[in-house]
């Protein structure tokens, strides 16, 4: 897997995944249900995106954020 994402992008998906998070656990609207585990799941795939610097969707489309990439 190549990398294809800027540190910007990776620090503000990293972002946004924790803030999902805490979100998701926060929240008593979204503290149990189908909802909770929806926002979980997409802070995971943020941060796991973040934490490799690949995106798939980037891949698909041909995108990259990163320049030395």
């Given at each position: ?8 992008d990776r620090g503000a998906r990293l ?16 503290a149990a249900g189908a909802l909770h ?31 030395d990439c």
């Open positions: 897997m190549t990398r294809n994402m800027g540190r910007l972002v946004a995944a924790v803030v999902l998070a805490w979100l998701a656990f926060a929240l008593p609207v979204l585990w929806l926002v979980l799941v997409v802070a995971a795939v943020l941060a796991l995106t973040a934490l490799l610097g690949n995106c798939p969707l980037y891949s698909v489309a041909g995108l990259r954020t990163c320049r």
